[in-house]
């Protein structure tokens, strides 16, 4: 089974934050290498991410230096969509594959549940549904008394939503070729030609299950959305201090905290974790630096 991580778009919500979602550093590395690595304790190895011509190069340079996978690089040239990047990666899409939007926060049980129904083979396709309890900017999902999808809804008007899941780009598809016939016939002005594609195979009687998913889910759309992902990130880290660190004997640092290469931290300064500070950084003297702060390399916390 491959997995497709859909690189290839860009972020229109994210001012002042012009960095691709899945390039943002969490914890000292992008968001992308944290992706690939929850896809592999999931047991996937092989992977498909398709990029556009601003940031193929970046992708490359991440998946080389992660061992004991195989990336294929396939080119968006332009941001049109799931459908536009499924096709512009036609030729390395061959039987059962995982789409993925690398840009959303999971836990490796959104895979293992998604691939353990797939491996019944009692539907064509298999999408995770999340049950939200406010309005989401997103597609909703109608579904029948056997969680079959009946039809997407695609970005609904709050109180017009048909039902209250939300779809979570983690989708299996058993048969890729199918799913790019599909595609090649769907007739929309919308930039929903792959959710029309699936709305299409379940009118021709192809069954897609909805697969219940109730762990951790964060969609980054919005800059703010950021914080709950750094905080899940720290949350489930493990401390460390980095060798070349070096700590006043007059400072104090307690709880859960990452320092990485090479940090300094001042006389009288205060770190209480969950905390994590990057390479290089400085924390001043009678600073304090509190739960869920995330520092990048290079920086100074200045005296106080």
């Known amino acids: 089974m491959k997995a497709v991580f859909l690189c290839g778009g860009r972020g229109k919500r994210m001012f002042p934050i012009t960095e691709n979602k899945f390039l ?7 968001l992308l290498e944290h992706q690939i690595k929850v896809a592999c304790e999931a047991g996937l190895s092989h992977f498909v991410i398709i990029g556009n011509p601003e940031n193929i190069a970046k992708i490359e340079q991440i ?15 332009e941001s049109s969509g799931i459908a536009d990047a499924l096709k512009s990666a036609e030729p390395f ?34 999408i995770l549904g999340y049950q939200v309890q406010k309005y989401f900017p997103g597609g909703y999902l109608q579904v029948n008394s056997q969680n079959e999808l009946l039809h997407i809804v695609e970005k609904p008007n ?10 979570i780009l ?18 929309t002005t919308r930039d929903d030609v792959y959710e029309c594609a699936l709305d299409n195979m379940v009118k021709e009687g192809h069954k897609i ?24 990130f720290l949350d489930n880290a493990q401390p460390y201090i980095a060798p070349s660190t070096r700590i ?10 990452i320092l990485g290469d090479n940090v300094r931290v001042l006389e009288n300064s205060v770190i209480r974790g969950p905390v994590y500070i990057g390479a290089n950084s400085i924390i001043g003297n009678n600073a304090l630096v509190r739960d869920y702060s995330h520092i990048g390399s290079n920086s100074v916390i200045g005296y106080s």
């Open 209 to 232: 299950k909805v697969v219940p998913y109730d762990d951790f889910w964060a969609p980054i759309k919005y800059p703010w959305h950021i914080f709950k992902a750094m905080e899940y």
């Open 24 to 30: 943002l550093d969490f914890l000292g590395k992008p």
């Open 170 to 187: 983690i989708h299996c598809h058993n048969n890729s070729e199918e799913l790019l016939r599909y595609i090649e016939t769907v007739q």
């Open 93 to 126: 899409l061959h039987g059962q594959l995982l789409v993925i939007n690398p840009n959303d926060v999971f836990s490796s049980s959104a895979y293992t549940k998604i691939i353990t129904e797939a491996e019944k083979a009692s539907a064509t396709s298999y």
């Open 158 to 167: 709050p109180g017009e939503e048909p039902s209250n899941l939300v779809n």
């Open 63 to 77: 998946t080389k230096k992660i061992p004991g996978i195989k990336a294929d690089l396939a080119l968006q040239k």
């Open 248 to 257: 006043s004997e007059k400072a104090n640092v307690e709880g859960k905290v």
